[in-house]
């Protein structure tokens, strides 16, 4: 019985080890709750290691896409970068989905704002300032 509870000791603690082992973003650029004034040229997702890059949206506050390229490769790298078109001044959120080497989807989001260089601060929308990551949206 001591064995089988030992065994049993040892299995929890691996798993529990390798549920805090799952990757997320690490940095972006624009920086979650960057407010710009200069439009950005690039995207760029950092992990904090090599995942498969599943699923990337861009959108504006009126919910329309900016238009992003999945790289077309599918092996597992830990920094993304996009050429972004010409942005407006604009709220925008970046939504994105990754697979680690593990197999566990992951996903998350940051917003970032755009300013018009000829805007007053004082009349621009308050920015919504969340950061959210959700895990284990499925197992593959």
Do not use: C
Not at 1 to 16: D, E, H, P, T
Not at 46 to 71: G, W
Not at 100 to 112: I, L, P, R, V
Request: no cysteine.
């Amino acid at each position: 019985m001591k064995l089988f509870n030992n065994v049993l000791v040892v299995a929890s603690l691996l798993l529990s080890a390798s549920a805090f082992a799952h990757v997320g973003l690490g940095s972006s650029m624009p920086a979650n709750g960057a407010m710009l004034s200069q439009a950005p040229t690039t995207l760029e997702l950092t992990f904090t290691a090599p995942v498969r890059l599943v699923k990337l949206t861009m959108q504006d506050d009126k919910q329309q896409s900016v238009p992003l390229t999945l790289p077309a490769s599918t092996s597992s790298q830990a920094a993304f970068s996009f050429a972004l078109p010409s942005l407006s001044a604009a709220n925008y959120t970046v939504n994105w989905m990754i697979m680690g080497d593990d197999g566990h989807k992951m996903k998350g989001n940051f917003s970032f704002m755009l300013h018009d260089s000829g805007m007053n601060s004082r009349s621009a929308p308050p920015m919504k300032m969340e950061h959210e990551i959700s895990e284990h949206t499925a197992h593959q």
